[in-house]
């Protein structure tokens, strides 16, 4: 709900420009990797994932990038919409870890018309 | 599509009350998963299940319990509420046939503890 958006890094963009949101990861062992979109009032949504063995991927507007050398995820969103309004969440996996997801605390992007 | 079901959208209950909070999947998967959410500490786990009548420790498991006595519910207990456990609480599912890592969440119970 909204109280999640509370305390959180925001992002604020014009509707039509592109956004980059970024993340660093804890575990450099980490296999796999998730971006999340948190809707108002709504639970995470899955948006698009990377493998370990690849630096980028690419969905329906969305990019994501990964470089392991800084631990660090991106993911960036083309020519961004109002409805992308939410709060993004990356997520890191390991084998080690049992497949447990690893969550980072979020970043708010708010869409400006 | 998958959907997951919480039974409650808000609950507000006393210190010391025994909650239920209850979820529901109807794709068939074997995994699920309990996250509490709070702002600044993002989500944190803390329980999950793999199989009916199995559970384990995520990492903040204490004042918590959980029970899934059918592969399609799972439920999370806390035994005695204290205001510290004032929170959004998320439920998730997933499959390894779709992969471990995809989760699909319900919408949350925000539970208020007075």
């Known amino acids: 709900g909204e109280s999640v958006g509370l305390h959180l890094p925001t992002l604020s963009v014009q509707e039509g420009d592109n956004s980059i949101i970024n993340c660093a990861y804890s575990n450099s062992a980490s296999d796999y990797f998730i971006w999340y979109k948190q809707e108002s009032g709504k639970g995470p949504q899955f948006i698009i994932d990377i493998r370990s063995n690849m630096d980028k991927r690419q969905g329906q507007r969305v990019t994501v990038l990964l470089n392991k050398t800084v631990k660090h995820l991106s993911l960036q969103i083309a020519a961004t919409q109002p409805g992308d309004s939410a709060v993004y969440f990356c997520a890191e996996i390991s084998m080690d870890s049992s497949y447990k997801l690893i969550f980072g605390s979020g970043t708010r992007l708010l869409v400006r018309p | 599509d998958v959907k997951v079901t919480q039974s409650s959208r808000y609950l507000v209950k006393r210190t010391g009350e025994k909650v239920f909070l209850e979820c529901v999947q109807d794709?068939?998967?074997?995994?699920m998963f309990w996250y509490r959410q709070d702002p600044g500490l993002g989500l944190r786990l803390i329980y999950f299940?793999?199989?009916?009548?199995?559970?384990e420790k995520g990492d903040i498991p204490e004042g918590y319990s959980v029970s899934r006595e059918k592969k399609e519910r799972f439920s999370l207990i806390l035994e005695s509420a204290s205001t510290n456990q004032t929170s959004m609480y998320l439920c998730?599912?997933?499959?390894?046939?779709?992969?471990?890592?995809?989760?699909?969440f319900g919408s949350g119970t925000q539970l208020s503890v007075l």
């Open positions: 299940s793999y199989d009916v009548k199995m559970k």
């Open positions: 794709m068939d998967h074997e995994n």
């Open positions: 998730a599912s997933s499959s390894p046939a779709a992969g471990h890592e995809k989760l699909f």
